[in-house]
């Protein structure tokens, strides 16, 4: 059964600062990898999606890696802004073309 | 605004009430579906719909009944809940079922409490 964790559950740095959000899931027959933002308040947004034959994907200031072989996956965020503090959702797309998700990050940067 | 609507956005009940959640898509997809997000828990797949069918039902309680009268709208009837069903549902479409390139678009959930 595919399960995804995220760590950490929360992490808070000041504005300015890159950060790395870790993402790690069990079963690496997957089609995709995706992050997501949620806002309080709101739904979730997409950031960026990998497909499984991809080792990375890049939007603006954010990169997203992914390395299937070991089940890790990575968003960096350069140069964070407070507008960036939500919480993060990592889904991978499993075999069943569900969605799996982890528990996500919780991220706020102090300005 | 991703072009999918829910209403109500909050929503306090009792439980013997019968409710209902609406979620509308203007995004001319073809895949449906219901989340259950509950405080620090990652979110739970419980329904599916592809085309106006049911294609997932993931062991999810009686009491909790979709509805796809067309691909633009999905219903989740909701009657004798218990008070652990309280949380954030929310709702999504892509443009079908089986396509691992393309993500899902969320609409901005409905708030349940259940007393």
């Known amino acids: 059964k595919q399960e995804v964790t995220q760590i950490p559950a929360a992490l808070s740095v000041p504005e300015g600062e890159n950060l790395v959000l870790n993402c790690s899931f069990t079963d690496s027959a997957i089609y995709n990898l995706q992050w997501f933002r949620q806002d309080p308040g709101k739904g979730l947004t997409s950031l960026l999606l990998i497909q499984s034959s991809q080792r990375e994907q890049t939007s603006g200031r954010l990169n997203a890696s992914l390395d299937k072989s070991s089940g890790r996956s990575t968003l960096y965020i350069a140069a964070s802004q407070p507008g960036d503090s939500a919480t993060y959702l990592c889904?991978?797309?499993?075999?069943?073309?569900?969605?799996?998700w982890g528990a996500g990050t919780k991220l706020i940067i102090k300005p | 605004e991703t072009g999918v609507t829910q209403t109500p956005r909050h929503l306090v009940m009792g439980m013997t009430n019968k409710k209902s959640l609406k979620c509308e898509q203007h995004?001319?997809?073809?895949?449906m579906y219901w989340y259950k997000q509950s405080a620090k828990k990652p979110l739970e797949l419980m329904f599916v719909y592809n085309f106006k069918e049911q294609t997932e039902n993931n062991s999810v309680p009686s009491r909790f009944s979709p509805e796809c009268p067309n691909s633009s709208h999905l219903f989740l009837h909701l009657h004798t809940l218990q008070p652990e069903d309280s949380a954030l549902y929310l709702c999504?479409?892509?443009?079908?079922?089986?396509?691992?390139?393309?993500?899902?678009?969320f609409g901005p959930g409905t708030r349940l409490l259940v007393l």
């Open positions: 889904a991978v797309l499993d075999s069943n073309y569900q969605l799996i």
């Open positions: 999504a479409s892509s443009q079908e079922v089986a396509s691992g390139a393309e993500t899902q678009y």
């Open positions: 995004l001319g997809h073809n895949a």
